[in-house]
């Protein structure tokens, strides 16, 4: 069993930055392939970034390539995302998923974090 929990997030202007936080509790975290996902309102929930064990294989929608960055610390089992350059747009409520060895996808991943608002504006 893995429990996530988000921490960060908030409101900022149009061009600011947030880090978000997901901490996983258990021993077999690195075994865990971590993802970010947000949605917005009236809108589904969407992939935003993923990573694999080690730093290794870090994916991004194309919205938000060069503006976020997904990291992790597996001896501290959390995972960040960066948000720089933030936009409008990209005001939603954001998830953190995990899944032991494959990728997470919006209907495919085990465990999900409680999620957290983040709010841009222009």
């Known amino acids: 069993q893995v429990q996530l929990v988000q921490s960060g997030g908030g409101s900022v202007q149009a061009g600011g930055s947030l880090r978000l936080s997901c901490a996983a509790s258990g021993r077999t975290f690195s075994a865990y392939v971590m993802g970010w996902f947000r949605q917005a309102p009236g809108k589904e929930r969407q992939f935003v970034a993923s990573?694999?064990?080690?730093?290794?294989?870090?994916r991004y929608t194309d919205s938000v390539k060069g503006r976020f960055t997904i990291s992790r610390d597996d001896a501290k089992n959390t995972v960040y995302l960066q948000m720089n350059s933030l936009k409008p747009e990209d005001t939603a409520v954001y998830y953190c998923a995990a899944n032991p060895y494959i990728i997470p996808t919006v209907t495919r991943a085990q465990y999900w974090g409680q999620g957290t608002q983040v709010t841009v504006s222009s």
């Open positions: 990573i694999r064990w080690n730093g290794i294989d870090a």
